[in-house]
């Protein structure tokens, strides 16, 4: 089981978590290569893709966790624009303490780069009607 319960949860989260624009542009393809290995091990597992998870209940899935996603994914981008990538932190400290914001509290190599990957993505999102 997925994060909310629906492997296009993951799915949408791993994608705009960990994709620019560039790689998004392609959603579309993703999604389908997505939706044919699904298909593919559901045939080999002796159901039928067609009735457990036709094409367009994928799409639909998908669109509904998509603001799910985007809600992580600016922190997602965060983390990966930091100055200093190579920093860890100790999370159990941080649980205990119940403060996470140190995670989040690194210098951005070009804030303008992270506000554009945020911003692009979520002009992506509107075109493609996800929001």
Request: charged residues 25%.
């Amino acid at each position: 089981m997925g994060l909310f319960g629906s492997p296009l949860a993951d799915i949408a989260c791993f994608l705009f978590f960990c994709c620019s624009r560039r790689e998004l542009d392609h959603l579309d393809d993703l999604l389908k290569l997505y939706h044919e290995e699904v298909s593919s091990n559901l045939k080999q597992l002796g159901s039928q893709p067609e009735k457990c998870l036709p094409w367009k209940a994928c799409q639909e899935s998908f669109k509904r966790y998509t603001p799910m996603a985007l809600v992580g994914m600016p922190q997602a981008a965060k983390l990966s624009c930091q100055v200093q990538l190579d920093k860890t932190y100790d999370l159990a400290e941080a649980a205990e303490e119940g403060n996470f914001c140190k995670i989040f509290d690194g210098e951005l190599r070009d804030p303008e780069e992270y506000f554009n990957r945020i911003n692009s993505i979520f002009e992506l999102c509107i075109e493609k009607g996800l929001l």
